[in-house]
């Protein structure tokens, strides 16, 4: 059985961006404030911007993190354990509602496409008090897998 090895694929921006809108799974990475990682698995798109785009909640430490300290980083993850990979680096902010509501539906559009009633889909972004974290990417490392170092 032959071995799997390892790559890399450095990529410009829009072969980056290429490889990301796909993929939706996420590990985010924000600064504790004892400088320690804080990592949370995401659901993740990109927005019409080439921004990084995530759902979540204002309790949550990792945007009190972000509040803290905006600097942070992204490993975007295939949907298959062995597939590619890519950890991108940049700056996040935080956007609440009420400005949240039609960043979170480009968000879901990123992600799901068309929802079938996007007014309820607004009430519940509202309900449920939901706010985005948006991610301008500075920086990104190569497209990767895994495996053993080439000969």
């Known amino acids: 059985m032959a071995r799997k090895l390892a790559t890399t694929d450095h990529v410009d921006r829009e072969a980056l961006l290429d490889f990301v809108r796909p993929r939706h799974r996420a590990t985010l990475v924000t600064q504790r ?38 600097v942070v980083s992204v490993l975007v993850h295939s949907d298959d354990w062995d597939g590619p990979y890519v950890q991108l680096d940049g ?14 539906v480009d968000y879901y559009r990123s992600i799901s496409g068309e929802h079938p009633d996007w007014d309820e889909y607004r009430q519940a972004m509202r309900n449920q008090g939901k706010c985005l974290i948006r991610v301008t990417i500075e920086r990104w490392g190569p497209l990767a897998t895994g495996g053993f170092p080439a000969p």
Do not use: F, M, W
């Open 33 to 70: 404030r004892d400088g320690r990682p804080q990592l949370s698995p995401v659901s993740c798109g990109v927005d019409a911007d080439g921004r990084v785009v995530i759902s979540t909640y204002p309790a949550r430490a990792k945007v009190a993190n972000l509040r803290r300290e905006p």
């Open 91 to 104: 700056t996040a902010e935080v956007i609440d509602l009420p400005d949240a509501v039609e960043p979170l």
